[in-house]
C-alpha cells in the first residue's frame, strides 16, 4: 500500500483509505460483528485512514471504531471524522459553543483526548468563507481537542475557498470517473498550497462496480432508494448526481475500454489515486470482500503491474465518456 503526507501534519496516510457511512446508516443494516471485520480486512490490507462522521448512525460508526482501535494499541491509523450535521445547516450553527460539543462528542465516541482530523461536513458556502470559522478551529488545535482540521465540500468554489485557507489540512471531495470538474483547477490548487485531498463516492455509491443492472433494487433505508433527486440531501452525493440509467450506459463504456483481469472498480480506484494532487481515496466497504478489493487497487499502480494495467489509457476512456454523456449536465453543477 502507498502512503502520501498528510498536508503539512507529518503524518503519512495509505492511498486507498476506508470510508464509513456504510457502518453506521444509510445503506442497509450492518452488523457490529461485520462491521468490524469490515475494519479488521482494512488494516490488514495497509489501510491507515479512516474516514467518518459524528452522524454516521448518530455515532455509531465513531463507537465502532472507537472501540475497535482501543483493542489495538499503537495500531498507527488515522481517524478523519466530520461535524456539523447535527444541527441544521445554518451559519448561524457553525458556533465555538457546538464545535466543542460536537468535538466533545466525538472524542468520546472514539475514546481519545485529541482527535487527529476534524473536517466540517459539507457547510454552506457561508461558513467556509467567514474568518470565524477557521478562528474557532484555530482555538481547537491550540488547546488540543483536535490536531488539524479540513473541509468537506460539495462544489469545487467551496473547494478552491478552503485551499485558500492557511490552516486547512485537507480538502474532501467528490471524485470519480463521473465527477471530472475537480480536475481542472481544485487539484492543482490542492498540490500548490500544500492541502490533501480526500477523494470521496470513488465508485459513484457503487454504480462504478459494474455489478447493477437496471433491475437492481435497494433498501427503503438505504439513501439510494431515497435520495436519488436531493430528497435528504445533496443528490451529488448519490450515485455522484448521475441519472441511474445514464450511468449504467456510461459504466458499460468504461468496462469495455478495460484489459481483461482488470474490474472497473479497481481500475476507478486507481485512476482516481493517480491524480496529482489526490492523497487518498476513502471508498466504502460493507463487507470484508469489498473492503480487500478496495484496498487492493492500489496494486495497479505498481509499476510492476504496469503492463496489465495502462492508467493513462484508461484516463483517456474516462475523458471521452464523460465529454459524450455526463459533462453537459454534470459539470456545471458542482
Not at 471524485?175 to 470538474?181: C, D, M, S
Not at 450515485?239 to 468496462?255: H, I, P, R
Not at 489526490?278 to 499502480?301: D, F, K, M
Not at 510492476?304 to 453537459?328: H, I, K, N, P, Q
Request: proline content about 4%.
Amino acid at each position: 500500500m502507498y502512503t502520501r503526507e498528510l498536508g503539512r501534519t507529518g503524518r503519512q496516510v495509505s492511498a486507498i483509505g476506508l470510508g464509513t457511512w456504510q457502518l453506521g446508516a444509510d445503506w442497509g443494516a450492518v452488523s457490529e460483528d461485520d462491521a468490524r471485520a469490515v475494519l479488521a480486512a482494512s488494516v490488514d490490507q495497509g489501510v491507515t485512514l479512516f474516514d467518518t462522521a459524528d452522524v454516521y448512525g448518530d455515532g455509531r460508526s465513531e463507537s465502532i471504531i472507537g472501540g475497535f482501535l482501543a483493542e489495538r494499541p499503537g495500531h498507527g491509523i488515522t481517524v478523519a471524522t466530520k461535524m456539523g450535521r447535527r444541527l441544521a445547516q445554518e451559519p448561524e450553527n457553525y458556533s465555538p459553543e457546538n464545535f466543542r460539543a460536537w468535538t466533545d462528542r466525538s472524542r468520546r465516541n472514539l475514546g481519545v483526548d485529541t482527535l487527529d482530523l476534524v473536517q466540517l461536513h459539507c457547510p454552506p458556502t457561508a461558513v467556509i468563507e467567514a474568518d470565524a470559522t477557521y478562528d474557532a478551529l484555530d482555538a481547537l488545535v491550540a488547546d488540543g481537542t483536535i490536531a488539524a482540521y479540513g473541509v468537506s465540500v460539495e462544489t469545487t468554489a467551496q473547494a478552491l475557498a478552503a485551499i485558500a485557507r492557511p490552516h486547512v489540512t485537507n480538502v474532501q471531495i467528490i471524485l470519480n470517473p463521473f465527477r471530472l470538474k475537480p480536475l481542472d483547477e481544485v487539484l492543482p490548487a490542492a498540490a500548490d498550497a500544500g492541502v490533501s485531498i480526500f477523494a470521496r463516492v470513488p465508485l459513484a455509491s457503487g454504480l462504478l462496480s459494474g455489478k447493477y443492472t437496471t433491475s437492481t433494487t435497494f433498501s427503503a433505508d438505504d439513501h439510494r432508494s431515497y435520495n436519488r433527486h436531493g430528497e435528504a440531501f445533496d443528490k451529488g452525493e448519490t450515485f455522484s448526481g448521475v441519472d441511474f440509467e445514464t450511468g449504467l450506459d456510461a459504466v458499460a463504456a468504461l468496462a469495455a475500454a478495460l484489459p481483461a483481469g482488470v474490474s472497473l472498480p479497481a481500475a476507478s480506484l486507481a485512476w482516481v489515486a493517480s491524480r496529482i494532487g489526490v492523497t487518498s481515496v476513502i471508498p466504502g466497504a460493507r463487507t470484508v470482500a469489498q473492503a480487500e478489493s478496495n484496498a487492493a487497487a492500489a496494486a495497479l499502480l505498481d509499476p510492476a503491474t504496469a503492463g496489465a494495467f495502462d492508467v493513462e489509457a484508461f484516463d483517456a476512456a474516462v475523458r471521452e465518456v464523460y465529454d459524450s454523456r455526463l459533462r453537459a449536465t454534470i459539470h456545471p453543477q458542482w
